[in-house]
């Protein structure tokens, strides 16, 4: 007989679309080999030139006993390493002009910790108030959020307006007109670049968004995993910003460190106290090795060499030819378009009138050894999406013609794997597709 598990334990211990994207992902990359066109998560590129950094700054470390003993046999404080904080502060600072200090960086067992710890601190039941949420202003939005509440239903999500862009790109646009402001809303929140489009908001869109959380008193958070200052993957020019209305996350992980499971949150004290006070009850401390890996990189500012000259410049070149894959693929036998990819590591495809839901595409594209991600797990509260209904997939092609079907439409594919994996992937994907039109609705 099994024991009964608690709203915390149904809610984090059943399985999650995460879940199975890293499972994929873990399994994908400790098999290794040719097989596998991993296509489905994100996990960066190696590139030879941050490899050779992060062992030399290991050599360093190696040939200083003294501050190696500290950095793998001793606890820092909650908050992070004080020097290392400083070092993010007067980074940023340096390069944007922001007013800050270690008091307003705090550091957490990578992004997806950080944002957990947000959203249940700043969302959900509270003592003499109403539930509140945090209020996704466009999705698409990153997965990994979705099953993050402590205690239910989260989020609030706003349907994107849709820009269709010649033959084969489309845009996502906040759509202002449809986000509603009451005594519910908790928090805003973007990704920027979003995972998994690659979306990047305008500037003008960061600017309303921080002029309706100011108007309803809650903080816009700006979840930066690929966005600046570092690994800064963002391919057209934007104003990053900061004040005390906002809350950013960096990370380490797209820089090329997932390993080190090493993230930043930017904001005001208060915030970044609760930040340490919720590392200490949940992990005690927080990964040593990535900061001290780092640190000295911010310090005299390699590590936005590297952004700049290495890594951005890698993950354009993928996109561009991760798309060219697809033109050559699909030509214009087959409807399809492509999120403009302004950043990050991911092409986000719809196929406009799919006959198959997007779950099926996926285990028809798993079978021949090519891992995506389903679009639906990405599209979470919606009032009129699929909700609770997102595995059921057997339900007749008319009764679903309520749903949003956008949403069942799309898959995301990274373009962080080697060339030829990327474009065997494209084909096969294309054959499915191609496969899944001839044979009409399957559901």
């Known amino acids: 007989m099994g024991w009964i598990f608690s709203q915390f334990g149904e809610q984090l211990g059943r399985g999650s679309g995460i879940g199975e994207l890293m499972d994929d ?11 596998v066109c991993m296509l489905g998560g994100g996990q960066p590129a190696h590139l030879p030139e941050l490899d050779a950094v992060w062992r030399r700054r290991c050599q360093t470390l190696l040939d200083d006993p003294e501050r190696f003993k500290a950095v793998v046999g001793n606890y820092e404080p909650p908050l992070g390493n004080q020097s290392f904080r400083e070092s993010v502060a007067a980074l940023l600072k340096r390069r944007y002009g922001w007013d800050l200090s270690f008091k307003n960086v705090a550091v957490t067992a990578g992004g997806q910790t950080a944002l957990f710890f947000l959203f249940n601190a700043l969302a959900g039941p509270s003592v ?124 380490l992980s797209k820089l090329g460190l997932p390993g080190t499971r090493t993230a930043v949150v930017i904001a005001r004290p208060d915030i970044i106290e609760a930040m340490g006070s919720m590392n200490s009850i949940v992990g005690l401390a927080n990964s040593n090795l990535g900061q001290a890996i780092v640190k000295p990189l911010l310090d005299n500012g390699e590590v936005c060499q590297l952004t700049s000259q290495v890594i951005r410049p890698f993950y354009q070149q993928k996109s561009e030819f991760a798309q060219k894959c697809v033109r050559e693929v699909f030509n214009n036998d087959l409807p399809y378009r492509i999120h403009l990819s302004e950043g990050a590591f991911f092409l986000w495809m719809w196929f406009d009138g799919l006959p198959i839901h997007s779950q099926e595409l996926y285990r028809r594209l798993k079978e021949r050894k090519v891992l995506v991600v389903p679009g639906q797990h990405f599209f979470f509260g919606l009032n009129d999406a699929v909700k609770d209904d997102t595995e059921n997939t057997t339900q007749s092609y008319p009764e679903r013609q309520s749903i949003w079907k956008h949403q069942e439409e799309c898959i995301r594919v990274s373009f962080a794997m080697p060339d030829e994996v990327i474009q065997r992937g494209i084909e096969i994907i294309g054959e499915e597709i191609q496969r899944a039109y001839q044979s009409g609705p399957v559901w």
């Not at 992902?25 to 097989?35: F, N, P, S, T």
């Not at 005594?183 to 973007?190: F, K």
């Open 25 to 35: 992902l873990g399994h994908a990359l400790a098999v290794g080999g040719d097989e």
């Open 128 to 251: 003499g108030a109403v539930p509140r949420k945090v209020l996704l202003p466009l999705v698409p939005e990153y997965i990994g959020y979705a099953n993050q509440s402590v205690s239910g239903s989260l989020f609030r999500s706003v349907r994107p307006q849709l820009e269709l862009i010649g033959d084969h790109q489309f845009k996502y646009r906040v759509d202002f007109e449809a986000i509603e402001v009451d005594d519910t809303l908790g928090a805003i929140c973007v990704s920027r670049p979003t995972n998994p489009t690659g979306n990047v908001l305008t500037d003008l869109e960061v600017d309303h968004l921080h002029e309706v959380a100011s108007t309803a008193g809650v903080p816009l958070i700006i979840d930066q995993a690929y966005g600046s200052p570092f690994p800064d993957v963002v391919f057209r020019e934007i104003k990053p910003r900061w004040d005390e209305q906002m809350i950013l996350t960096l990370s």
